[in-house]
T-cell receptor
Framework: GAVVSQHPSWVICKSGTSVKIECRSLDFQATTMFWYRQFPKQSLMLMATSNEGSKATYEQGVEKDKFLINHASLTLSTLTVTSAHPEDSSFYIC???????????????????FGPGTRLTVL | DAKTTQPTSMDCAEGRAANLPCNHSTISGNEYVYWYRQIHSQGPQYIIHGLKNNETNEMASLIITEDRKSSTLILPHATLRDTAVYYCIVRVVSGTYKYIFGTGTRLKVLA
């Protein structure tokens, strides 16, 4: 399958600082990238969806000013946690997807490929 | 959005087939069923997906009932490395085509 990387793999920061996490699709062009967070022993929770060159769509309850998402190219999306606090400590995972164009302009959206995750600890 | 329900946990003996069920009774006609697994502290790994026909690849087989209200993921010969949380997902087919993750099944393969 396709390869998606994340950087950094883990980060520890002080409360009040901002942290940027990068998500890259290494061998394909990702028209859409997704950001999830996962608390210990829980499932993945979708935070937002970003399409290249346009504003991200946030899920209900996710603060867009708190979690800034940029998808400037077809291979890179970034998530910035602004003014991080201890409750923002979590495992952040990105995924990338593309679509195939069919006849009559139809689109088939391919499966999402996930990055390895970034563990954020806010002290 | 269609929801999925899965058993919380299952055990399977090494070398035996692992059958993981998933209920998705509210699935729409054009929604796909996807299966992923997540090994501890890693990102989810794609396994297989299907619409209405049974599917097989090098990792697993997917059996979807005729009414599409449930499916079963089959790992034909489970190994210790298959110990993971397995997620059954129904993919939204409009808008952002996002995934909604359920709680998953924690599969433990026993030696």
């Amino acid at each position: 399958g396709a390869v998606v990387s994340q950087h950094p793999s883990w980060v520890i920061c002080k409360s009040g600082t901002s942290v940027k996490i990068e998500c890259r699709s290494l061998d394909f062009q990702a028209t859409t990238m997704f950001w999830y967070r996962q608390f210990p022993k829980q499932s993945l929770m979708l935070m937002a969806t970003s399409n290249e060159g346009s504003k991200a769509t946030y899920e209900q309850g996710v603060e867009k000013d708190k979690f800034l998402i940029n998808h400037a190219s077809l291979t890179l999306s970034t998530l910035t946690v602004t003014s991080a606090h201890p409750e923002d400590s979590s495992f952040y995972i990105c995924s990338a997807s593309s679509f195939s164009s069919g006849t009559s302009g139809s689109r088939t959206y391919n499966e999402q490929f996930f990055g390895p995750g970034t563990r954020l600890t806010v002290l | 959005d269609a929801k999925t329900t899965q058993p919380t946990s299952m055990d399977c003996a090494e070398g035996r087939a692992a059958n993981l069920p998933c209920n998705h009774s509210t699935i729409s006609g054009n929604e796909y069923v996807y299966w992923y697994r997540q090994i501890h502290s890693q990102g989810p790994q794609y396994i297989i997906h299907g619409l209405k026909n049974n599917e097989t690849n090098e990792m697993a087989s997917l059996i979807i009932t005729e009414d599409r209200k449930s499916s079963t993921l089959i790992l034909p010969h489970a190994t210790l490395r298959d110990t993971a949380v397995y997620y059954c997902i129904v993919r939204v087919v409009s808008g952002t085509y996002k995934y909604i993750f359920g709680t998953g099944t924690r599969l433990k393969v026993l030696a």
